[in-house]
Nanobody, 118 residues
Framework: QVQLVESGGGLVQPGGSLRLSCAAS????????MSWYRQAPGKGRELVAV????????NYAVPVKGRFTISRDNPKSTLYLKMNSLKPEDTAVYYC???????????WGKGTLVTVSS
């Protein structure tokens, strides 16, 4: 019954901005480390950003550092990814992930497509 539902994807021009959301249900959201991954056409899935369960710390992949911001609203069980200064190479399906290393469990959303093109 765990569900992660991404939204906010779409077509945007280079240099534009977009905010993705991930609505979680069926889990104790505040206990999970949350992250965003992406998979570009013809490439493997890569980690984009991660945020601690409390939101106290974040980490970003080098290609997005300074442009993307990951955040979470635990009372609303929602994860966000604010993307600024988008580039064509950011084009990918973006996935939301919830993880608990102590339980050895990972949950994935089905993804939302972001296309950066003029």
């Amino acid at each position: 019954q765990v569900q992660l539902v991404e939204s906010g994807g779409g077509l945007v021009q280079p240099g534009g901005s977009l905010r993705l959301s991930c609505a979680a249900s069926g889990l104790t959201f505040s206990r999970f480390t949350m992250s965003w991954y992406r998979q570009a056409p013809g490439k493997g899935r890569e980690l984009v950003a991660v945020i601690a369960s409390s939101g106290s710390s974040t980490n970003y992949a080098v290609p997005v550092k300074g442009r993307f911001t990951i955040s979470r609203d635990n009372p609303k069980s929602t994860l966000y990814l604010k993307m600024n200064s988008l580039k064509p190479e950011d084009t990918a399906v973006y996935y939301c992930r919830a993880g608990r290393v102590t339980a050895g469990v990972n949950y994935w959303g089905k993804g939302t497509l972001v296309t950066v093109s003029s």
